[in-house]
């Protein structure tokens, strides 16, 4: 789930969910900012990203938050980069598995739901093959 919000919950799931494991991707600021700013929310809560200046001040609050968590639940949080799935997906994706005790057979096949002009395109790379396509409930 890529809601800018998830993040502030991660206390309270891993206090109810003493097993939880945490999944955290990491990305360029200026690429996260960027997408926040050109999304027209529908939701309440995301007033901040409508403004550049109070956009920067959340995502340095979000990286303090995100810090904070990591260091206090080090091993229950998997942190993985953006830009190094995208480039190296199959050594991102073996580490997540392993991270998560999932033995996967060799070859994987992965979707992604993704929005906008990413719909109903395939991609084959490192070894694993990526379906973008509209997820049915969107």
């Known amino acids: ?7 502030r919950w991660i206390g309270f799931i891993a206090t109810c969910f ?4 945490i999944i955290y991707c990491d990305k360029n600021a200026m690429e996260i900012c960027w997408e926040n700013y050109r999304i027209d929310w529908e939701e309440d ?11 920067g001040q ?5 990286f303090s938050l995100m810090n904070y968590w990591k260091n206090i ?5 998997f942190t993985m ?5 995208v480039s190296d997906s199959y050594t991102t994706i ?3 598995f392993t991270y998560l005790e999932m033995f996967p057979e060799e070859k994987v096949e992965v979707d ?4 906008d002009d990413f719909k109903q395109t395939s991609l084959y790379k490192n070894g694993f093959i990526f379906l973008n396509k509209k997820h049915p409930t969107d």
């Open 18 to 21: 003493p097993e939880a494991k």
């Open 94 to 96: 073996t580490k997540l």
């Open 45 to 55: 809560g995301h007033e901040y990203s409508y403004d550049l200046q109070e956009l």
């Open 73 to 77: 639940y080090k091993d229950r949080i």
């Open 81 to 85: 980069n953006y830009n190094i799935l």
């Open 112 to 115: 992604l739901f993704l929005k």
């Open 58 to 62: 959340f995502y340095t609050m979000h």
């Open 1 to 7: 789930d890529k809601m800018p919000l998830n993040f």
